[in-house]
C-alpha cells in the first residue's frame, strides 16, 4: 500500500516503531512527494500497525500547512519515563499523548533548557544527538563557540 512512499523524505514516519519513538512532517510535504492520497495512506499504515497518529492544524502547529505526528506508544513512554525529571522540570507532559499535543504546538529551544530540547531528539531519534548520552550531548552543545546559553 505505501510501497510508493520510496522518498527517504518519509523516512520520518516510516521508521516510527523501528528507529523512532515518534515522526512528524507537514501535510504540503507528504502530498508533493508522495501524491493526494499519501496522508490517508500513512494513516492507514500507522493503524495497521498498532501506532498513534494526530493530524495537527495549521492553527495548533508551527507548520503553515499543518502536520501528520506518528508514534509508537511504547517506545516514547520508554524514553518519556527515563527521562521524566527532565521533562518535569521543564513543564512537558510526559504522558505519550499529551507530549505529543504538547510537541505539536510548542517550541523547546536548545537556548532556553538544553536537556529538555536534547530529550525532545531522542523521541524523534535525531541524527544530530544518536549514539551518544544526554551528558555527552550537553557537554558538546556546551562547549560549542556558536552555542550560547540565554540565562
Known sequence: M???LTNGIFTDLLYVGTRKAMGWLPFSTIKRYGGEYAIKELIDWANENHYNYKCASEARSEVASGAL??????MLEEI???YKDILTKAEIPIIPEDYVNYTMSNVIRSEV???AYIVIGFT???SRFSGKTLEKNI???END?????IK
Do not use: M, Q, R, V
Not at 145 to 149: E, G
Open 69 to 74: 505526528f506518528i508514534w509508537d506508544e511504547i
Open 80 to 82: 518519556l519515563y527515563k
Open 145 to 149: 563557540p556558536n552555542y550560547s546559553l
Open 124 to 126: 524523534f531519534n535525531d
Open 2 to 4: 505505501i510501497d510508493h
Open 139 to 141: 557537554a558538546i552543545y
Open 113 to 115: 533548557n538544553l536537556p
